[in-house]
T-cell receptor
């Protein structure tokens, strides 16, 4: 069935290193993807998005890569900081509105 | 401009009681979405509403659950005769318009505990 899933449930990274969080999706018709950050006790916070007609999009310290051939999405965080510690969700937007399908999430732990 | 406001933040109900969760969207936003999150899981879409209209309720259980977004006031997610399995965090998001690329802003959530 259709799903959005993550490869690693937990990722530990040394402060200052780069982080890479991966995501696989199964619906080849998906055309819009979003990364969210969720800190403990808070709601998801939009980080960056990418449309299926793009391979790469950069933001401030973050880069999202989309590989449609293998249905893979990744979020790269440069110079990871303690404040980046959170659960990161990739999400898929279909239906022309914000009916977003979330994956399970990857917990990023930054080691000072 | 205040963000999406949800209340209460924490709600405890006994089995069989009713739970009412409120969501005030950001100013100027007329689209509201409700999601449910179980521990250690992602958010699951429940329902999408515009003012006075339910657009998509495909993720909402057919029984005991209802949602509304009246012309005036907050959106309400109502759970009747709660059971232990309803314990979860319920998040509301709002956006100014529909369509891809329209960023939705999430509230802090209501954590429902059924005892």
């Amino acid at each position: 069935g259709e799903s959005v899933g993550l490869h690693l449930p937990t990722l530990s990274v040394q402060e200052g290193d780069n982080s890479i969080i991966n995501c696989a999706y199964s619906n080849s018709a998906s055309d819009y993807f979003i990364w969210y950050k969720q800190e403990s006790g808070k709601g998801p916070q939009f980080i960056i998005d990418i449309r299926s007609n793009m391979d790469k999009r950069q933001g401030q310290r973050v880069t999202v890569l989309l590989n449609k051939t293998v249905k893979h999405l990744s979020l790269q965080i440069a110079a990871t900081q303690p404040g980046d510690s959170a659960v990161y969700f990739c999400a898929e937007n279909r239906g022309g509105y914000q009916k977003v399908t979330f994956g399970i999430g990857t917990k990023l732990q930054v080691i000072p | 401009n205040a963000g999406v406001m949800q209340n209460p933040r924490h709600l405890v109900r006994r089995r069989g009681q009713e739970a009412r969760l409120r969501c005030s969207p950001m100013k100027g936003h007329s689209h509201v979405y409700w999601y449910r999150q179980l521990p250690e899981e992602g958010l699951k879409f429940m329902v999408y509403l515009q003012k006075e209209n339910i657009i998509d309720e495909s993720g909402m259980p057919k029984e005991r659950f209802s949602a509304e977004f009246p012309k005036e006031g907050p959106s309400i997610l109502r759970i009747q005769q709660v059971v232990r399995g309803d314990s979860a965090a319920y998040f509301c998001a709002s956006s100014p318009e529909q369509g891809m690329g329209t960023e939705a802003f999430f509230g802090q959530g209501t954590r429902l505990t059924v005892v």
